[in-house]
């Protein structure tokens, strides 16, 4: 299964958000580095704890003009629930049919669904971070916040 690591461009996509509108990566690298975070299903207990210390953690990305995106293999609706449940304030992707978890090397297949792996990505579409952690759910904002904080400071 192909994946994509530190150093690789990745190729350019389009999936529905939880409202249903079709959005492309590079419309969102062209606003600058995204944050897009693969977690294996909404309304679970640490994807749940870990999307919202995304959504927590919107004024520090927003100082390193980094955009947070959520991605999962949950179908619209249910993302819709979950955004609105928790108010994020980020777009959560719809990967129903998984192809671009499998694009990342983040699908597991049957019920294992997708690892949670979060990969910063430069405005020029070329990844420059990835966070590795099936359980430590604040691990993935903190890190890659991290990461973009460092850089902006060198």
């Keep these: ?3 994509v690591d530190v150093g690789e ?3 350019d996509f389009e999936l529905p958000d939880q409202d249903g509108v079709a959005r492309k990566l590079s419309q969102f690298l062209a606003q600058g580095p995204v944050v897009l975070f693969f977690y294996p299903g909404a309304m679970t207990p640490v994807c749940t704890a870990e999307s919202c210390h995304f959504r927590d953690l919107q ?3 927003a100082a390193v003009g980094a955009q947070r995106v959520g991605i999962s293999h949950d179908t619209v ?3 819709k629930t979950f955004a609105d449940k928790y108010r994020f304030d980020y777009p959560l992707l719809s990967d129903s049919d998984n192809q671009v978890a499998r694009m990342f090397g ?3 297949g049957g ?3 997708t690892k949670r792996e979060t990969f910063v990505i430069d405005a020029d579409g070329r990844v420059v971070e990835v966070v590795r952690s099936a359980l ?3 691990l993935h904002g903190d890190k890659a916040l991290e ?3 460092a850089r902006a400071a060198s």
């Design 1 to 3: 299964m192909p994946s």
């Design 9 to 11: 461009v990745v190729p």
């Design 59 to 61: 004024a520090e990305y």
């Design 77 to 79: 609706g249910k993302q």
């Design 106 to 108: 983040v699908h597991r």
């Design 111 to 113: 019920l294992l669904g």
């Design 136 to 138: 430590r759910a604040s």
């Design 147 to 149: 990461f973009l904080k």
